[in-house]
C-alpha cells in the first residue's frame, strides 16, 4: 500500500540532473508518505470517536467513480489490515445510467483491488431528468433516489455499517447552507441513524480535509469517474459555500479549523433554543456556574483587544 503511494511520485521527476532528481523524489515520497500516515490517523481517530466501526462489522463503502469514495475505501483497506478487530468491507456503486457512464471502470478496478463489489443498476438519471426542470437543482432528488435504493441495497447484503466518502469541508458546508438557507443549526454528522431506522450511517473521513483527498487521489492516480448530475451545476448554493470557505481560509488562516471545531464544543445555554435548554426554568439559585454570562471574553478584556474584536467583526461584514 505505502510503496505504492511512493512509486507513483518518481515519474515524471527530470533526470537531467541525477542527484537533484533523486533529491526531489525523496522529498515528495517523503510528503506522500507523510499524507498517507495523516489519512490513516484521522480516519482512525474519527471511527474510535464515534465508535463507526465495531467487531464482526459488514461495511458497504458507497464508491460513486469520486476522489473522497476511493480514498475512503483505500484507506479503510489499510486500518482493516492494522484493526485490533475484525471486520469486513464490500464496495457498492450505484449505476445511474448516466449518458457514457464508463461501466467498466470500477469492476476493473475492484477486481484488481481484489475487493468484494456490488454493482447496483438503477435508472435514477432519467427520474431525475425528468422530474427536475432544466436549470434547476437535481441534487435533493437524487439524494433521496440514491438513499433509498442504497438502503435496500444494504439490507440484501446484510452490511451493518453504510460508510459515505463526505469530507470535513462537506460536513462545514452543509452546516453554512442550512444556516444561511435554511435557518437551522444542523450539519452533517459523523455517524447517524438512517431514515429508515435500519441502518447506521458512517463518515470516517469526518476530519480530512478536502485539499488532503484531493491531493491523495492525485498520488494514487484513481480512476475518476465525474458525475453528470450534481456535478455539472455550476450555479448551486454549496459552491457559493465551497467558495466562500475558500476565501476565509485564504485570507484569514485557522478561521475555517475554528468553525469545524465548534461543531463539536456547542453550548446550549448560549443559544436561544428553549427546546434545547430550558430556559423557562433558569432561575437565580446563587450557585457559580461555568456557563454563566461569558459569552466571548474568555481573556481580559483591553482597550487593544476591543479594537482587534471590532476590526474583525467588520472584516467579516
Known sequence: MLESVIDTTTNDIATSDPIASFKQAEKIAYENNKLHKRLCRQVGQAIGDFN??????KVMVC?????????????????????PINFELIAVNLDQKQPNFPADILPAYLTKLGVPFHIENQDTYSIVKRVIPEGKTTCSLCSRLRRGIL???????????I??????????????????????????PAKLQSDDGKHIVIRPLAYV??????????????????CDL???????????????????????????????????????????????FSFGDLTADGVASGLGDI???????????????????REID
Not at 63 to 83: C, F, M, Q, V
Not at 262 to 267: F, H, N, P, Q
Open 63 to 83: 464508491l460513486s467513480g469520486g476522489k473522497d469514495s476511493y480514498a475512503l475505501l483505500d484507506i479503510l483497506i489499510t486500518l482493516r489490515e492494522r484493526a
Open 52 to 57: 463507526m466501526i465495531e467487531e464482526g462489522d
Open 151 to 161: 438502503y435496500r441495497v444494504a439490507d440484501e447484503l446484510g452490511a451493518t455499517k
Open 209 to 226: 480535509k478536502e485539499a488532503d483527498s484531493t491531493r491523495y487521489a492525485e498520488i494514487k492516480k484513481f480512476p475518476i469517474i465525474p
Open 163 to 188: 460508510a459515505l466518502g463526505h469530507h470535513r469541508d462537506d460536513i462545514l458546508e452543509t452546516f453554512f447552507l442550512n444556516m444561511f438557507f435554511g435557518g437551522k443549526l444542523k450539519g452533517m
Open 230 to 276: 450534481c456535478g455539472s451545476q455550476e450555479n448551486l448554493q454549496r459552491k457559493q459555500i465551497k467558495g466562500l470557505m475558500r476565501d476565509w481560509d485564504k485570507k484569514f488562516p485557522g478561521r475555517v479549523d475554528s468553525i469545524f471545531s465548534a461543531l463539536s464544543t456547542v453550548v446550549p445555554s448560549h443559544l436561544m433554543d428553549h427546546d434545547l
Open 295 to 313: 459569552a466571548f471574553d474568555e481573556e481580559p478584556c483591553s482597550t487593544a483587544s476591543s479594537i482587534s474584536s471590532i476590526i474583525t467583526l
